[in-house]
């Protein structure tokens, strides 16, 4: 049963096909094969199986529902390629990249993007800096006023800083992280491979397939479709088990 979103995905993409013809266009991001939630829905264990069975559906439908995923090069293609050598996938897993995702370099020059959206990203991005830096105010109140609760007694001053900097620094520095990651790392777009996923997928009025909150989020503000990661591969089968009854 497919969920409500990938229900609404399935109607815009087969009145896409209507209006382009028969074929039908993705556009990958690195987490369209490495979601971790796709590999808990599919049942797939590893890794690397995980991404297996992403591509070998990806296979499934370009021989039998002539859909085109494509893959930005080098950008997100050199990141699936990390990926896969730093869990020791193996050889073939790459062949089965170079064999059914296209790898294509999108047009920077030639794309076009709105001014309002350059200027809506710069608003946002202002916004999510002032936000960590307000982040790490706090961190370095908090640490100034742990501080100020060690108590020293007759203790060694090297002793007493072992205890600040393992107490107080460590967990200050591991709050502020998780913080700040929050405040100014999702939903955000922090890489060129991200822009390069939206140049693509504009470039070739693709779909967009991944996990990544900023990805999906000016996916939606240039009028693009988002696929999430965790909803292709219900939808590939949807697709393939209704071309099984016609």
Known sequence: MLSPDSQKCLREENRSQGERGDRQYFVFDTTAITDVETRKRE????????????LELVAESRL?????????????YKEME??????DCGGELMDSIDTWLV????NRYEVTVPAGIFYDYVDHMRGRINKGMRVAEDAIRDASTDCLYVEAEDRPMKE???EVEREVIGGTISKFRDRYRDALRYGILD????????LLAKELDAAVVGA???IERWAGRLGLRFVHASSFPRMIKEYLRKTEEK
């Open 191 to 198: 890489a060129a491979p991200d822009i390069d996923v939206l």
């Open 212 to 214: 990544d909150d900023g």
């Open 43 to 54: 049942g797939w264990g590893s890794i690397c199986e995980g991404m297996e069975g992403v």
């Open 82 to 87: 990390g990926f896969a050598k730093r869990h």
């Open 64 to 76: 039998n529902l002539n859909i085109s995923c494509y893959v930005p090069y080098p950008t997100v």
């Open 160 to 162: 007493v800083r072992k």
């Open 103 to 106: 790898k294509k370099t999108p």
